[in-house]
């Protein structure tokens, strides 16, 4: 059974740093694309960035966020940087292996004074 399970929310003031966590258990990572989503409350789930042979940010993270993985320790990280308060979200995981999304249950970043 795969589980994905994200760390490293909090809250933090604007231009500070976070960095989070996505671990994949019971399967192998491999190259299968993992991703990184944002939804910020009242809008609709956005991609961030996704990691597989390639890398890809979205507009408004490119420059700011790293995204990286660790096949062996099967993780993912996204490194948050210069953070804005409308960066501020539940960020989730998600694996796509054979044709099925495995989603967490999210971490949530604040980004307020």
């Known amino acids: 059974q795969v589980q994905v399970v994200e760390s490293g929310g909090g809250q933090v003031q604007p231009g500070g740093s976070l960095n989070l966590s996505c671990v994949i258990s019971?399967?192998?990572?491999?190259?299968?694309?993992v991703g990184w989503f944002r939804q910020a409350p009242g809008k609709e789930r956005e991609g961030v960035s996704c990691i597989s042979s390639t890398i890809r940010y979205a507009d408004f993270v490119k420059g700011r966020f790293t995204i990286s993985r660790d096949i062996a320790k099967k993780t993912v990280d996204l490194q948050m940087n210069s953070l804005k308060p409308e960066d501020t979200a539940a960020y989730y995981c998600k694996l796509y292996r054979y044709g099925i999304d495995y989603w967490g249950k999210g971490t949530l970043v604040t980004v307020s004074s």
């Open positions: 019971g399967r192998s990572l491999d190259d299968y694309p």
